[in-house]
């Protein structure tokens, strides 16, 4: 795609696929916001009041029809946006017009190479001549990194008038990185300095965004607040178990129609996701054995009557292995070998190296045979019988289905814009420092109230007299910190 | 589409959409094989004696990869083949054509129209100037229903000499038939007896066909023997509980992607559907509510812990709305206007009248807008809320989702099979009379046991000792008629 | 204990344990008639007719307190009653104090010798010198057995003037019924065939009783019409699965207090009462393994995520095992031997034979603990490691817990007390023959309707067009006879 | 019973019910070892070394068969052991007969009065004239209190010449323990003081417990370290949400034989005890209605397809129920009384004051019938109409059931063992202050996987490649401290 800023009749920039998908974006928000009351409930509480007047966002988080509903919250809230994806492969091209179209500058499309995905993070920071953003909604901590390294390099060429030297990695995407930000450099040696000096905070989405922050807050490079979204409750616990409860059934039956019930199932760790996986495999039907490294994790999969083996115990027993670790090298080609025939094999916990992909490509006459998109068989040639892999080894909740349904999303959102509120409010009070910070409980708890009235739930009230008997206050927080839920 | 019959390079005749298809389901077909042992084995069992040599099988049932899978069992065991869909919209494109193109005559698109539709009945009896079928697989009945109106007429015709009148009727598609059999009457006074002559007898898959051959039986014009495979266990369980357990989610998720956790759902209905479609919904984390006129089925819900209302009790409070009763009227445009905003009505039940869609459609100022396709918001003028309707009321997890899974369609499947052998095998007997049998039991514990050996199970034997002592053969079958499983 | 025949201060017959635990059973029976919805309701619509005026009724069944409440809805509806037990463990001895001192005549004790046994039960048709009951409710039979071989008996000596020989019999029970014949034949040659004369009819309570009466029925000896109340839905369903489900981790935790989550459990037997066992189990964290001989029960199992093995795949790995097959030699003292220390093995099925206690009793060297009554560790002299049988191989749950919930029991009782009236107002009508009937489809559609108001359901109603629509009345029955439910 | 200590023949002193229950002691001592893997690994790995050598162990927990086998363990492993229950009511009298005719010291009966329960706690520390135990276990922290208590008037003593004044406190039960205080003082002004020095450190078992040890960390009064068992994963999560699942179903069955099946339930509190007891009864085919006043934990039991209603919604409509929170003043005499008649009303969270037993046993005209032990009706002369309140409104898993099931209790109580291991261990290391700790992770996974071998499960291990990638080590701990399981 030709990477040409393009403008609304408005003058709003955008670089999106197709605007005339703006239609159907425009109604599947409609369907979203209805199920997504968390968000809903923040535009009619803090809407009249403006609290963003002011603010500039710049957002780097998969550009679906659910961030739609985000940054429209957002908007309603008085901000400014600016926004792109960060996945390659995450967008929504309907979201992406809609909102183009409709409320804030987005760069996104399903499907870009790493070059454009690094152009479209690059506009998203582009508040034209006088600086950056004030806050930043990030999923990955790509928009922070980038920062974090512009102004390392330039820092670095300040002191010694060295410019960053591209060659200097083998990582081809970190070569783009320090390539944007080396062409910045030589147009405005303080282009990143400045729009730090202008960032309030970041409010960061997952584990692996939170666990950059956190070694970044412990070797003091943090350059200014983050809020920890990913670890509130009702983000983890819902994105990670009610979440993939929903979405790995979903995402199995798309991909391959296959029966459930009465299959032998294999879930490979058991987190959160893994929880949610192997409740939703069992309620279909299937008999689920978990793999576990950690035995009290273990014993809870025990205590629900699931089998506890090694994946070699079960590998030549099992129709579904799903991996939920976060770790690398839990199915490896030599264990793919020893599968049943047309064994269903999927990742839906982390990065694709879950599975052993490149073992199994480049397996000596290997056969792939695409059956639709996001769904391959692979035929081993001493057998001549195969596995089939869903989504090539990534997420296949995210590549067979859609995702996380806009319910769990709109907790996670709401968590995104009470931290983005929190932080907008408390930008001079000196409460954030550079480090990381979870939302605090009773936020947390607020996040939750906000979505009971969809649900037709009413909460019970303590009495004055009670508060004080287990000791916290009426209106909460209501658990200590540690509390497990 | 020009009613023109093709021909494949063997002199074989078909009509399907398109041929180029045929690869795409042939790779669909291969995953399915692996996922039906019952019409597998059937293979391995009487493949060898080819027992259908000589015998000539019309079938009309949903032109899918899983029908082509029986037929190609059906071909496997010796049979010649002509077929056509029983659903204007349930073929399957892509296995008609890798049928049509190896297989057996296909004459089926997605999409016919009523016309269309019958022209490919007409095709999938035309055996050559010297007769039809010997054995017929029926799926709602419309073979066996053209085959004893052609007969009915050229009795009439014999007698009076008159032609059947198509304008003696209102029904549109019953004219279509009538217009046939007057067509053929033309050109054969005798077709339609001298088709009954050789017919040995019918397997109906469904409810409804079942239904008129019952009729026929009671009012003695049933012309040949037919087995109602509807009845077998291995069939009305799993497809009905098994099955919809399966699909219901399915199509809900793909239609809508919404979550069903946390959500009001209401099922109208709690025979075999009902309890299927019920049972997954709450495995998903709704809240389930059931309507039932069967003081029995609601005293089973009620024991499941289901709340049981009625429809009127449950309309303002739910988000999910199921009919899975078979009778009509269940849900009306006026339950409709008080349902929650976006709350989700769908079948699974049977026709769509379920659904008062023509009470929607009629409704005035009512708006309607699509979604997706088989997805559409309808908005009342007073309210400006609106529901969503799935599959515009007929059966959602077809027009949804993909319908049953393979394996569940290997259990009807396999009863055709040995049905169809049945019939064949015991053509000179007199075992069958112009009556209506279910299968023997013992052939309905064999297709469950077919399908044992793909879950990894180990059936217990019964000792001679032991099986006298309850008073069942050692090798089946194990249960009186009316055992309820 | 002395067989003398005590009178209330009203002149009424009885013979119990203890009189003074009356009052205990009136609080028992007072709590159960909450929990019995059914018999209530037959008492409030029948009651102020009073149909049993002047009916005589003789019954043979548990004397427990929710009999007691059977009993008492008999008496409320016009009949006089006399009762036995039909099991020399079961009764409950409050339960027969309360019934002797305030509603009938009661015969019956926890733990009477077979000779004991057998007098209660002539006892109980003991309706003076002018005859014997006019109905008579029966579970097993023993009644009904004592009348068809009374009158058998005087119809050989009215022919032979033979007496009945109890040294004839091998069988130490039939040699004590044959002297009870014996010696009333002496008193009166007439005794059991004025009886038969008499009688109306029988309803029967359980399979054995039935399977008796069918095979009577096939030989043509049956002396009196008999309703099977065994096989309507309301009974047997709710009896065998929704009972056990209940009754099965009571009497399991009441027994050994072990935690059933984390353990493998082992079902012989995967119909109703294995269904239930089977979801209890799974339900409480188990994970279950089932053992079939019928290949549908076995899919169905799989279905649900069950694993289907063979008891000898499971031996050394399972933890609880559980017989619900009806069958006998489940379990054999050599299976048990290979169990692991402590594996918990009970029967929840029909006699104790199907776990081999006689193989396990005479084992050499085999060492009986008793931990408390109702549960033994049996210790095998080669490991020193032991099994913990319940109950002595007899149902677990009426043995190690109190059987049935009062709810469950309410079903199958509704449905006597409704055969009981049909049997009473046709009497007359000649409606029912010498044969065995299960009560009419509206009847048990009627006693699952007498107990849904408990629950808090609404049913929905048909409207006319409806009902025509599917062919069924407004009112019911809604089901064709061969439904399963 | 005359309080005075009893000495076996060995020598070793003790005070119990009935010491001929020792051998039925003995054998529920050899079952619940089976069923406590923790605590038999605990004596196979650390038996042989004897660590505990020389170690004085008191105790203060509830004296039943599973707190034997923790007192065997303690004694395998070289202690010295003195006990007393924590709960007047909760003592197993075969259980304390077998200890202290084997094993221990032990001080219990069931049914102390107070004066009785202070007298054993006295003695449970009276390790002779020169002074105290080396190590306390604690349930509640009386031992911890009735220490500090007394150190602290020994101090008050030691300044002002005064004794402490039972007088000074309405608290009827303080008033005995300063009484105890008192005459200690008389006869050894130090006695506490002396004890104090020796004391190496307590483990505390509950909630109650480690609210007073922190209490006392913050005030900066403990006299000890402290470590708090309740909190590791392996206690509170088994013991609250597995234990109760267990539990609850137990108690209501044995107190009320009730059907749950198609019940309303409904739960107050949705913590991890209310998490355990909605899956149970939503299991058994209850409909669940739960209570929350923290929105996180009304949202996670709308996701499980609860309903979440206040008590006042509910209160007309549910059959049973249950408090779980730990507040008091949850079920009031005023909701009683409108619950439907023979509505259940329990309590498995903690005191009594969770129902206001006060306020109905106060209520004018009330009638409370006993229908068995733990199992009260009580009648409102309003209505006639009456509640079943089980165990008298304390904990009714205790009261009508035998509490949670040894595998549970081998959880808490392997945490005890290596607690206690871990403050001998370390008692010249200065690793503990006089602070409150909880166990290191890595501990709590060992208690873990010391009992995954009982339930067949097989760990996989990390490879050090995998280990690295995630940050962890091989060995554990897997997981950060704040994860939530």
């Known amino acids: 795609m030709a990477l040409v800023v393009e403008k609304t009749s408005t003058g709003r920039e955008y670089k999106v696929k197709d605007m005339s998908q703006a239609d159907f974006g425009r109604l599947e928000i409609e369907l979203a916001e209805v199920e997504m009351p968390g968000l809903m409930s923040c535009r009619t509480e803090f809407g009249p009041s403006q609290p963003f007047k002011g603010a500039r966002i710049t957002g780097s988080l998969h550009m679906t029809i659910q961030t739609a509903v985000l940054i429209e919250t957002l908007t309603a809230l008085g901000a400014e946006v600016r926004w792109c994806s960060c996945n390659i492969f995450s967008t929504q091209d309907h979201a992406a017009a809609v909102i183009a179209r409709d409320s804030a500058a987005v760069f996104a499309w399903k499907g870009e190479t790493l070059q454009e995905y690094w152009w479209c993070t690059e506009r998203s920071l582009d508040w034209g001549p006088d600086g950056g953003p004030d806050l930043i909604v990030d999923d990955g901590g790509d928009v922070t990194l980038l920062i974090h390294e512009g102004v390392k390099a330039e820092e670095e060429y300040e002191k010694t008038g060295k410019f960053p030297d591209p060659t200097s990695t083998d990582n081809p995407e970190f070569q783009i990185v320090l390539t944007i930000i080396k062409d910045g450099l030589k147009e405005n040696p303080k282009k990143y300095t400045q729009m730090k000096n202008r960032i309030v905070g970041v409010s960061e989405e997952t584990t ?7 070694q970044m807050e412990q070797t003091g490079t943090l350059l200014f607040p983050a809020i ?51 409740s939703a495999l069992k309620q279909a039907g ?61 990742n839906i916990g982390h990065f694709d190296n879950e599975i052993d992909m490149n073992g199994l490509e480049t397996y000596p006459g290997v ?45 996670s959102f709401t968590n995104q814009v009470i931290a ?27 996040v939750a109230l906000l979505h009971l009235g969809k649900l037709g739930a009413n909460l019970t009230r303590l009495s004055k007299d009670q508060a004080d008997y287990i000791s916290v206050p009426v209106d909460g927080p209501y658990k200590p910190a540690h509390y497990r839920y």
């Open 208 to 214: 692996t965004g939170v666990k950059r922050l956190y």
């Open 228 to 278: 920890n979204v990913n670890d509130s409750v009702t983000k983890s616990k819902f994105d990670n178990l009610y979440g993939c409860r929903h979405s790995l059934p979903d995402g199995l039956m798309r991909a391959t129609d296959v029966m459930i019930a009465g299959k032998v199932a294999v879930v490979c760790g058991y987190g959160d996701v893994g929880k949610g996986c192997a």
């Open 286 to 346: 299937a008999r689920v054995i978990v793999t576990e490294i950690d035995p009290i994790c273990a014993l809870q999969a025990l205590m629900e009557g699931l089998q506890v083996l090694t994946l070699e115990d079960a590998i030549s027993e099992a129709d579904i292995f799903v991996t939920t670790t976060g770790n690398k090298d839990i199915i490896m080609v030599s264990d793919m070998k020893k599968m049943k025939n047309n064994a269903i094999v999927c």
């Open 367 to 411: 056969k792939r045979i695409t059956i639709k998109p996001q769904t391959d068989r692979w035929v081993f040639p001493e057998t001549k019988t195969g596995i089939i892999v869903l989504a090539e080894g990534r997420l296949m909740n995210l590549g067979c289905a859609t995702g996380h349904p806009s319910f769990v999303m709109s907790c």
């Open 420 to 446: 983005q509120l929190e932080l907008w409010n408390e930008k001079t009070s000196g409460k954030y420092e550079k480090k990381v910070y979870v939302l605090p409980k009773h936020l947390d708890e607020k």
